[in-house]
């Protein structure tokens, strides 16, 4: 809910409306962006622009309002007025961003003491604070007519998960969180993923509505390798789940868990020569798709770890050579396998992402950084060091950047999903004993013992 509180003069008294979101008529916002075109000069000859036409998508948080400018005027001349209009648009008005049950923290009494209508502004302030202020924002662009984005709300600061949202997934996407317009969504079936961002900014979040996500929708088609290097905690409740073939938690699992994932591309790799197919979306038999899904990589580097001789010093720089170089291979080869790395990281460096492994990525996710300079190792520009809200990500794709408010899945959601896919499973130094059966041809057969 939108609560407006009008504080003009000019509208003749104390005006206090509880609209409905978009409850705010658009022929307002038009006659004001007139007002304020003409205000500022963006007229020519005694012309100023004319309104084409208004629209409101459905599903959407902006009104957008399409103008024919004079002629002599440009898309710049109209952006450098930008906070004009966004200050103008907000003119006279304070709103807030409202449950159902901030309502009842408004204190009556203290409402009516009021005297004057300067205080009423004030007097909200202090019953919600400024986290529930929104602003109308703006956005413009040109296509021959100049084509204004009215935003009725910033983007919020916190967004719990809905699960009516996977409703709207299309195959092997997740529903990341929302920009100012509206759901968003990034597909991780054509490539490898990076997700960088300083310690509790919602990497591991994210990771969780991820593997949820492809549990919910794409239960018989996805299998994870679980790489958790930060504590060895977040994933364990994963686990047991069936679609999970593989879980490290320190670099000696890592290198054997990655070592799984090059036979398993090999294995691949012979499959589809066989089949005379070059990529996965050509297979036409049933095939999973395999995420290797690896929280704080840093820590496969044998420098953080605090190992005393020489002769484990030794052993931990070779396997991290070999993860790293295995790592390499499978962001240039495996994608087109169905194999995806999800690498997250907190120490974006050129040391920890790999140039190569960074080229081969499609998508990436950054979450608050330390510097620009981190900012730009991901994301090739910077901007991440300005972000200063918790889930509050920077996405970017070959379909462009946008910023986003991740959304937060609690326990409960998470648990919801996974309980129907737990499964006992076989510990591996049981494996041969309680099946009797021999591993298959690659020696990859996942050994499960289904509860009776
Ligand atoms: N999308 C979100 N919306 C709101 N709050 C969030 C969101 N994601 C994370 N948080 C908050 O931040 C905390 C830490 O999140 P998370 O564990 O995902 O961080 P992280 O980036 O993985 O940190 P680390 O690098 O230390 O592992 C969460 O417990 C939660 O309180
Ligand atoms: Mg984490």
């Known amino acids: ?18 609209k409905l979101k978009g409850g ?55 952006q450098e007025k930008h906070q004009k209009f966004e200050d103008g648009l907000n003119n006279k008005q304070t709103r807030y961003l409202l449950s159902f049950k901030d309502l009842k923290k408004i204190d009556w009494k203290e409402l009516r003491k009021i005297n004057s209508l300067k205080e009423l502004p004030e007097q909200f302030k202090r019953m919600f604070g400024e986290k529930q202020l929104i602003r109308k924002s703006v956005e413009m662009s ?52 990076v ?30 390798s679980l790489i958790d290097l930060k504590s060895g905690l977040s994933f364990q409740r994963y686990k047991d789940c069936k679609q999970v073939i593989n879980m490290a938690e320190d670099l000696s699992s890592a290198h054997s868990c990655l ?33 290797i899904i690896i929280d704080e990589a840093s820590n496969l ?29 499978i962001a240039c080869e495996a994608a087109s396998l169905g194999i995806y790395l999800i690498f997250s990281t907190q120490y974006p460096t050129a040391e920890i992402l790999d140039s190569q492994v960074k080229a081969n990525t499609i998508t990436k996710i950054c979450y608050r950084l330390d510097t620009g300079t981190q900012s730009y190792v991901v994301l090739d520009h910077t901007g991440a ?18 910023q986003v408010q991740s959304y937060f899945l609690d326990d409960q959601q998470i648990e919801k999903v996974i309980t129907p896919h737990i499964i006992i499973k076989a510990r591996k130094d049981d494996e041969d004993e309680t099946t009797g059966e021999d591993p298959g041809e690659t020696g990859e057969d996942t050994l499960i013992i289904e509860p009776v």
């Open 1 to 18: 809910m939108i609560l407006e509180v009008v504080s003009s003069s000019i509208i003749g008294g104390i005006y206090l409306a509880a």
């Open 24 to 78: 705010e008529s658009p022929t307002n916002d038009h006659q004001k962006i007139k007002m304020i075109a003409d205000a500022v000069g963006l007229k020519k000859n005694g012309q100023s622009i004319r309104i084409h036409r208004k629209y409101h998508p459905k599903n959407k948080h902006y009104t957008e309002y399409i103008y024919q400018i004079p002629l002599g005027l440009s898309l710049e001349d109209f």
């Open 142 to 193: 040109f296509d021959g007519m100049l084509k204004i984005k009215v935003y009725d709300r910033a983007m919020p600061t916190y967004l719990p998960f809905r699960e009516s949202v996977w409703e709207q997934c299309k195959k092997w996407h997740v529903p990341i969180g929302e920009t100012k317009d509206g759901v968003h969504f990034i597909r991780l079936d054509d490539g490898h993923a």
């Open 195 to 224: 997700i960088a961002g300083t310690t509790r900014y919602g990497k591991t979040t994210f990771l969780h509505l991820l593997i949820t996500t492809f549990l919910k929708l794409h239960p018989d088609e996805v299998e994870f």
């Open 259 to 291: 070592n799984d994932i090059l036979q398993e591309m090999k294995h691949r790799k012979a499959w589809f020569k066989k089949l005379g197919v070059e990529k996965i979306q050509d297979v036409k038999q049933p095939i999973t798709r395999h995420y």
């Open 301 to 329: 580097d044998y420098r953080r770890m605090e190992l005393k001789s020489k002769k484990d010093i030794e052993a931990a720089k070779f396997m991290y050579e070999q993860c790293k170089s295995w790592m390499k291979m």
């Open 385 to 402: 060091e300005e972000i200063t809200i918790k889930g509050r990500a920077i996405v970017r794709t070959p379909d462009g950047t946008v």
